[in-house]
């Protein structure tokens, strides 16, 4: 499974022998794979400030997961034609995410922990929002860039009665700079095809014998060219409607057509000098703003461990990998009855919803007796 819980506990002979417990049964029973999650130790400051650094980092890590989110989802749209190769661009430092979590340790370069935590936190808020503001003007470019292609190309798709002609039909196919005559497009049904060619010259007067050319067809009909004179042309859709051929309103310019493919070439060629610079920025700034989440995670566990179990700091931290879905219930079961001495009264009433704990906000079903936060990295799937 993509999920991890990162959990903590006081680091006292107790709970260390709790933790024992817990890696014992989870083992045997096939739960989940436990490891040791490291976590340095920072500058904690006041209680008071850890409070209301709680309430920001909770903040910061709801972001800081939508955002890497919204980068995969990115490198989804724009590796369009290679989706199968998604998963090769979404990593963090090289490698697999599953293994830079479980293999996680505190960039001490980019985030030093000599400085106040409230500190940490704003390098990690003012990178992820400089990352955010550039894959906003980055992806507006490119998407622009994309429905526009998109436009163009939906044009050329659909049937004969919707689709553009420009990329079907040639000058030789026209009657062109006549003042009296004119080649109108007509679609016959292909059931129609031979009534058509023993009736299209008598449908009006001053039809051109024998100028019809079939010249384009879709799964339900042809497009078929007529050269008449000009001043029938009225009289001539008249008819052709009366027997189900419908004249295609198209005029042919040179000019015009010459531009729209000009267009899509040009487009074509900006989309894929986008494309590399882009996928390559996508790459880069994931791995980036998936560092900063787990970051985010550490930090967290370490302000709540402090806050849960007081100073001085002693606690440990472990990052357990479910192994299946169905187990999950299982393990919180074992979790719940290992670390219950942690808090009686919350660990009771996990058991028995009935019971109601003084000053606790949250649902029962939503406490633990120990520090507790969720990873899915399935929803980057």
Known sequence: MSEFWLISAPGDKENLQALERMNTVTSKSNLSYNTKFSIPDFKVGTLDSLVGL??????????????IKRMAQSVVEVMEDAKGKVQENLLANGVDLTSFVTHFEWDMAKYPVKQPLVGVADTLTKQLSQIEMDLKSRTAAYDTLRLSLENLEKKSTGNLFTRTLSDIVNKEDFVLDSEYLITLLVIVPKQSYTQWQKTYESLSDMVV???????????????????????????????????KFTVREFYYDEKEIKREREEMTRLLSDKKQQYGPLLRWLKVNFSEAFIAWIHIK??????????????????QAVLLQPHKKSSTKRLREVLNSVFRHLDEVAAASILDASVEIPGLQLNNQDYFPYVYFHIDLSLLD
């Open 209 to 243: 014998p024998r100028s019809t050319k079939l010249i384009a067809e879709d799964s339900e009909g042809g497009l078929f060219t007529v050269t008449l004179f000009r001043k029938v042309m009225d009289d001539f859709k008249t008819k052709a409607k009366e027997n």
């Open 54 to 67: 709680s309430d920001e980092l909770g903040k910061l890590d709801t972001f800081a997961e939508s955002l």
């Open 298 to 315: 550490a930090l967290r566990v370490f302000v709540e461990s402090v806050l849960r179990y007081g100073l001085p700091v002693n606690f």
